[in-house]
């Protein structure tokens, strides 16, 4: 190996290894982010049995799909803030940005808790995040 070839290879060692050594220092650098919350941890530290989710999942399913077909839809009326525990899936649906599926959803996991002992506790829901959060929270209740 002529010596071009050789000063070639040592040049891109020596980056390689400053190129490796900078990756190392940043990773090691960073702070830590951690995605756990104290709502995560309460809710696996409650002890309730739940072997019967798909049984409220059913009932829950019946119910809107009754409450759907029912002539009164139209006319309802809701006072403001609704209680998380007591409302219905109609009620739900009336706030911005609470469709069908997070009505059903967020009465699920009502029933899955046993009910909730705070607002915030909606976040948990898959497609529930913090915008939809701040534009429903004035209005709710426990």
Not at 69 to 91: G, I, K, M, R, W
Not at 95 to 116: F, P, S, T, V, W
Request: aromatic residues 8%; contains cysteine.
């Amino acid at each position: 190996m002529n010596n071009a070839k050789k000063q070639a290879l040592i040049i891109i060692g020596f980056g390689l290894i400053i190129l490796s050594g900078i990756i190392l220092y940043f990773s090691l650098s960073m702070p830590k982010v951690s995605t756990v919350t104290s709502d995560d941890v309460n809710i696996s530290d409650q002890t309730k049995d739940y072997e019967n989710v798909t049984d409220v999942t059913e009932k829950v399913s019946d119910n809107i799909t009754e409450i759907q077909s029912s002539d009164s839809f139209s006319e309802l009326t809701v006072s403001y803030p609704l209680n998380l525990n007591t409302c219905t899936a109609q009620e739900l649906i009336s706030l911005d940005g609470i469709g069908e599926k997070k009505a059903n959803d967020i009465i699920e996991y009502r029933e899955y808790l046993g009910g909730y002992t705070s607002v915030e506790q909606i976040k948990n829901i898959k497609g529930i995040g913090d915008s939809v959060y701040e534009k429903v929270s004035p209005y709710l209740t426990v």
